[in-house]
């Protein structure tokens, strides 16, 4: 439904997409995820047709964006990361004005109305209705920005930020809505926000400095990137080498120091693939004499994948997850 | 064209949505309301006198009408950059302009949708006026030809500022600077042929042959030349086509 093969913008010297090559099935819906300035809305903006691409390819809907750019529009619906409103209209005349230059030109003028209506409904903007869209909160207009991105019952939907500034009732329901468009409409969204590209997306575009660096379901990037299984243990140390022993336990193949305190520490194990080394962990503590106080497997979130991947793109999966180590630590002082 | 049309109709509606179409509308009213009554008060003076067998009788087209008209091109000079300013700077500083590039529309669609959006605010005004016309008419007998002609004249002329107003919006994010470089270069090309007061022939000719006033003199005395029409069409034309450069311009860089 999406295809991209090679895109590369520059601004200048500012080369802000790099390369880039993905697909999007139909039906789908894709999370585009990076941290600012990453290229994310430069990408939606080449899939839109609001600018062109230095260089490669895009076909959205079966139609290229450059060579085609009105069939590939008429079939795409696009939310800006900011709201593209009008303050002097009302959010109906707004949406009608958005049909009008949407919607296929042979829609009769009730069609037009009852869809307005009907998209207002469905984006929970219906009681704005006669409202300037000036004088609209952060979350409506973002609503606005959606019903308008949607107006026109879109093949393919490319939302910048759909969730940025609303509030977490209001992101719920946004989520909600645009699961709902699965199966029907092929979504491309870009966020921050990780536990939503979980909750919402079926795929991930991780991108860093214009580059993609990972593309994977969400539950397959963390599995492949948890590699070793980590384990976090906070033992009584009074009266015992606990790193030594830590270390003579069969399976075992790394130990760390996480977070030091007054006569107790946390390490963090690594062990071999596939082995449970927990109930060996505990005897070998308790047999020396000292107290377990704490065990606890270390799960890498999907902000730690995020973080390993755009910040230290040198280490290869599966090694040492700093990160984690970090947020154990920061965790345990709390 | 339905495209242009409905984004004409969001252009006209976003002048009288804010404060700015009516006082604009109110302004041009009153300052040619102003000069009309001057223009009139002196020609009833005159026409009193020359009615008491002082010089020929006076002729209303002549001495009201015409000279009516030159002044209203100054009002117009003032007047139409504050329309055209915010047609394309006000898009992108707002991200508007987004919603309009990622539509299926073209970029014609789109600048004769804004042209004509902003000539539909301009001819209301020029409309609005017809009432002081009204009244020459209900007291006097004044040639209704010179008149059309003038207006006819008014409408090309202004829609050459709108056109150029339009191009120089769509090279800036900052409407103030849209409004004052649109007023400097219509200045431009009023003062243009005086430029040609020391030059040689030849440059006099074209220096005068751009100067847009100089068209429109033909127009205030009832006259419709094609010459004129050709020229203020085609610089019409050579804006808007000005304009979808610039445009596409700004879309390559982003
Ligand atoms: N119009 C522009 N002119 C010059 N450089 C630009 C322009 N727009 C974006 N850039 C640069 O391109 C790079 C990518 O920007 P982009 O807006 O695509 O990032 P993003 O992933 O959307 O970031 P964010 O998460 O902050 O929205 C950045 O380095 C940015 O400075
Ligand atoms: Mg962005």
Request: with cysteine.
């Amino acid at each position: 439904m999406i295809e991209v093969q090679h895109l590369t913008k520059r601004y200048g010297p500012v080369t802000a997409v790099d390369d880039i090559s993905f697909r999007v099935e139909q039906g789908e819906i894709l999370g585009f995820l990076g941290p600012n300035g990453a290229g994310k809305t430069t990408t939606m903006r080449i899939l839109t047709g609001y600018m062109p691409a230095t260089d490669g390819k895009a076909i959205v809907a079966g139609f290229d964006v450059f060579a085609k750019p009105i069939d590939a529009k008429a079939r795409t619906g696009y939310l800006p990361e900011t709201p593209p409103l009008y303050p002097d209209m009302t959010v109906r005349e707004y949406l009608t004005f958005v049909a009008k230059l949407k919607m296929p030109k042979k829609t009769t003028a009730a069609d037009r109305r009852a869809r307005v209506e009907a998209i207002m409904k469905k984006t929970f903007v219906d009681d704005m209705a006669a409202r300037h869209c000036g004088k609209l909160s952060k979350g409506y207009r973002q609503r606005v920005g959606l019903a308008q991105a949607l107006i026109h019952d879109p093949e393919v939907l490319i939302l910048d930020e759909p969730t940025a500034g609303l509030d977490p009732k209001q992101i719920i329901e946004t989520r909600d809505l645009v699961r709902s468009l699965k199966g029907d409409h092929t979504v491309v969204l870009s966020t921050h926000i990780l536990p939503e590209v979980a909750q919402t997306c079926e795929r991930v575009v991780i991108i860093n400095k214009g580059r993609v660096v990972a593309v994977d379901t969400p539950e397959n990037l963390t599995r492949q990137l948890r590699g070793s299984s980590s384990l976090y243990v906070q033992v009584d140390v009074t009266g015992g080498d606990a790193h030594a022993t830590l270390r003579s336990v069969p399976g075992v193949t790394k130990v760390d120091v996480a977070d030091r305190h007054e006569g107790f520490v946390g390490y963090e194990l690594h062990a071999e693939q596939q082995r449970d080394v927990r109930r060996d962990v505990a005897r070998a503590i308790v047999d020396r004499g000292m107290g377990l106080l704490e065990m606890r497997p270390m799960r890498m979130s999907l902000e730690d994948i995020f973080l390993q991947l755009t910040t230290n793109e040198q280490s290869a999966p599966g090694e040492a997850p700093t990160p984690a180590g970090q947020a154990a630590e920061g965790g345990s002082h709390a | 064209m339905r495209n242009a049309l409905a984004i004409a109709g969001k252009e006209l509606r976003g002048y009288f949505a804010s404060p700015i179409g009516w006082v604009i509308c109110g302004l041009f009213s009153l300052i040619f309301g102003w000069f009309f009554y001057t223009y009139l008060e002196y020609f009833v003076r005159n026409s009193m006198q020359s009615d008491m067998g002082q010089g020929g009788p006076m002729n209303i087209n002549l001495s009201l009408i015409r000279p009516l008209f030159s002044n209203a091109t100054v009002i117009i000079l003032f007047v139409l950059p504050s329309i055209t300013m915010r047609t394309y700077s006000e898009e992108k500083r707002s991200g508007t302009i987004e919603l309009l590039l990622t539509s299926p529309v073209t970029d014609w669609e789109i600048i004769i949708g804004k042209f004509l959006g902003a000539m539909g605010l301009y001819c209301s005004m020029l409309a609005a006026t017809m009432v002081y016309m009204a009244i020459l008419f209900a007291y006097g007998q004044p040639e209704w030809k010179p008149l059309v002609a003038g207006y006819l004249g008014l409408v090309l002329m202004g829609g050459c500022f709108i056109s150029m107003g339009l191009f120089i919006s769509s090279l800036t994010k900052n409407q103030i600077i849209a409004g004052i470089a649109t007023f400097i270069a219509g200045l431009m090309f009023w003062v243009i042929n005086w430029l040609g007061d020391n030059a040689s022939p030849t440059t006099a000719a074209i220096l005068s042959y751009l100067s847009i006033t100089e068209h429109f003199d033909d127009f205030a005395k009832g006259v419709v030349d094609t010459k004129h029409l050709i020229f203020y069409l085609s610089f019409i034309a050579f804006g808007l086509f000005l304009t979808s450069k610039s445009v596409d311009t700004e879309r390559w860089k982003g």
